[in-house]
């Protein structure tokens, strides 16, 4: 099936971060087949004719770190330290979660991050990946799987600790079924949680398997000033560091968070290619400024995720680009840090980069993967436009993402998300989510006296 | 007419905070006359019932501090410096303005504002004091207006600094037209820019004036260190230090931003009683941290502002909600400072009290106003609920704001905004906002090539 999208402005992010006026975009066998002014004669038959005038085009936006296993759980650990967000809430939250539980998880956030035009998800990692498999394939998304995995570590939930072997094996288990379906739009990326959680043989090993299978691997990378200690202490170098020493570091091992890094560690990051991903909100409410505009000085690929639910506590993709954009001006008391097409690339090409995926998504380019969101800037929000790409990043909210497509198949239309019964869902989620916390015996303090009056 | 709320979740920010679950609301004369369970025996005649099961009802948002003379240039000034910022950008597009097209921008403000749950402004100031009023009244807001005032500094564009006398004698002018305007929705409060645009004579004179008749001032207080080193070079003292060495700090002086405060200046604060208002994306893109938990454990009245649309740039108290929760958090490395209780006060009761109108607004009580919104928590990006206030302050969006009230009257009734035809209005922002920067001779620098294909 084709789709002309017509007399739309298509903010390519190509190379040239070229911007086509009031241009058309022809999307053949889920590949844009062309960019340009096309008449209806040189259309295939039967292409079905979009008019987008006043309309933009974006890559649809790559979400590069989202825990889709925790969608349940926003609103159950807000404003408690580290510790007892951690050991008291997540953790009993996560492991009480069912498979179904996991299916419905992934399904909330997924229908979350398509109203804030993303396309494709890298999964933190959880413990039940076929349900989140069957949920990215029932909205239609793109996703890289990953299962959270760790041999070693204390005071973790039953279960999660498991044999190095059993951590690989269940992995490669996984990765034979999961990458390459659903025509190539899921795949399958190692995990390491942590350096607390995981052994040196089970990186080294995961290293190897993912080396040899061209695949990714995720890992939780200085987070807090205490995982850098642990790392000294039980390692003789930060995590870093001992990555470094490893051998371990390279374009397929996305370091998470990369808040508390030295000028040394941030220059391991580029010399290594090793790709960094920033997750603004969490990062504020938890961990710190990580030196992103360092990062991305040095020609470290850099994507933004929205990570953890319970943490960022807004899953949505456009917020934190807006974050993204704010916070280190503020923290660098410098107005001209991480400009806007900075930003914008980050949530786009560089976050496709990250994942290394970026020869098939992330900008808009004939023979890339037609991955793309519709933006109707008439909005009280948005208007007006005086400077298009900024007015995108400070400016818009997701309300303004009315259309999203993904490998040429439409996934959301005039705001509908496709592929969903969304009411039904929303039911689902608030009566769900009440049940695992029972479960998983997490009360919360008052805030405020609540008055019955009937 | 009365109106009853019934069955809802009133989120009610009394002095208890308590929230009151399933119950009903009545509206009669503008006021709240009674929370609780009603009968329908007990509703006077005619009262008209509004079934809210499943809604939460706040109190209208206050957004202590907004240009409503710069949202037609929002975009006109991203990603520069504060010179470039302030002198090339902000002062010749605002100083083109028309009373017409302020009367435009604050109208496109307010409905932005409206669907953001705002239902009091404090107007930060500008030169046409009349266009503002006449919007508020036409959207049926609350709001204090404000002239911007100066009587020296340079670099101003013409008309903009005036003799002392002149700017007194124009300020009266307007506070005998407004204060009290529209049945006491519309206050005028006086302005005192900042310490670089107001003489010693301007600020004990104005303070004087607003002393004898009862109202508010705002000044634009600790912006940036050149402020304090100005101040200090030609008063001898910091800003601060300097108001508390006039005599004139106190509870009627708002002190806007306070970003550069040593802890002195903080307990200066207390001990006069003097509101503080911040504005957190402001503070971001362009001034950096204020010290407003410390400004708040003295026990001052801390309100929020969304500030100026070139500057915000989403003019969303929602988000600054949002933002003020996380950011110092971040700067501070403490998850527990500024818990959601806090910051939901700040933009509720605190902002009410920062304005003086806290007899009147800023809580659901009996006798209070009828200043109120709706909230339909029914929205992927807000649900689960496991914690009510953190929800509202962490999760979610102004798209979540359904109805709005103001003394009484709906301004806003299922996500339309009365009084305006909103999509004429777009139009008008759009077309308008190109011709001013035109005449303002304002251009910006191309991001990215624009390529036509037509």
Redesign the interface.
């Known amino acids: 099936m084709s789709v002309l999208l017509r007399n739309a402005t298509i903010?390519s992010m190509n190379g040239?971060?070229?911007?086509?006026?009031?241009?058309?975009l022809l999307v053949e066998r889920g590949r844009i087949a062309a960019?340009?002014?096309l008449s209806d004669a040189e259309l295939p038959p039967g292409t079905e004719i979009v008019d987008l005038s006043g309309r933009i085009v974006l890559p649809g936006l790559v979400d590069a770190h989202v825990h889709t296993s925790q969608q349940?759980?926003?609103?159950?650990a807000?404003?408690?330290?580290?510790l007892t967000?951690l050991r008291d809430r997540i953790w009993p939250f996560e492991s009480h979660l069912t498979e179904d539980d996991q299916h419905l998880s992934t399904l909330?956030l997924g229908?979350?991050m398509i109203?804030s035009g993303v396309t494709t998800f890298s999964e933190a990692g959880g413990q039940h990946v076929d349900a989140m498999g069957r949920a990215v394939i029932q909205l239609g998304l793109r996703a890289a799987l990953c299962r959270s995995s760790m041999d070693t570590g204390e005071g973790l939930p039953a279960g999660w600790v498991q044999p190095t072997e059993t951590v690989l094996g269940r992995q490669i288990d996984e990765h034979d079924r999961w990458h390459g379906a659903a025509d190539g739009r899921i795949r399958h990326f190692f995990g390491l949680r942590t350096i607390f959680n995981c052994s040196d043989e089970l990186i080294l090993k995961t290293k190897e398997i993912a080396d040899s299978r061209g695949t990714s691997i995720q890992m939780h990378v200085a987070e807090v000033p205490a995982e850098n200690a642990y790392a000294q202490e039980t390692r003789g170098a930060s995590t870093i560091e001992h990555l470094a020493r490893l051998g371990v570091m390279g374009p397929n091992l996305m370091g998470i968070h990369c808040v508390w890094l030295t000028p040394r560690e941030v220059e391991l990051f580029a010399e290594h290619r090793m790709p960094a991903v920033h997750c603004p909100?969490s990062?504020?409410?938890?961990?710190?400024?990580a030196p992103i505009p360092d990062l991305v000085a040095a020609g470290v690929p850099v994507g933004i995720g929205t990570d953890s639910p319970p943490c960022c506590?807004?899953?949505?993709m456009i917020?934190e680009i807006?974050?993204a954009a704010?916070?280190h001006?503020?923290?660098r008391?410098d107005?001209?840090v991480l400009?806007?097409?900075r930003v914008l690339e980050m949530a786009t090409v560089s976050g496709a980069r990250a994942m290394r995926w970026d020869d098939e998504i992330g900008s808009l380019e004939v023979g890339k993967a037609a991955d793309l969101i519709v933006i109707d800037p008439?909005?009280?929000?948005v208007?007006?436009?005086?400077?298009?790409?900024?007015?995108l990043v400070?400016?818009m909210?997701?309300?303004a993402v009315t259309d999203s497509m993904v490998a040429g198949r439409w996934i959301m239309r005039g705001r509908r998300v496709l592929g969903i019964d969304?009411d039904a869902?929303?039911g689902e989620?608030?009566a769900r989510?009440?049940l695992i916390?029972k479960r998983a015996g997490i009360t919360?303090p008052e805030?405020?006296?609540?008055?019955?009056?009937?």
Not at 284 to 289: K, S, V
């Open positions: 903010v040239r971060r070229e911007i086509f006026a009031d241009a058309d960019i340009g002014a349940l759980g926003r609103g159950i807000d404003d408690v330290d580290l967000w909330a229908v979350e109203r909100s990062n504020m409410r938890i961990l710190g400024f506590n807004r899953s949505d917020d807006y974050l704010l916070i001006k503020g923290h008391a107005p001209l400009p806007a097409e008439r909005d009280i929000g208007l007006p436009v005086h400077d298009l790409v900024s007015t400070y400016a909210h997701s309300r969304e869902l929303l989620i608030a989510s009440a916390a919360l805030r405020s006296p609540v008055v019955r009056v009937r």
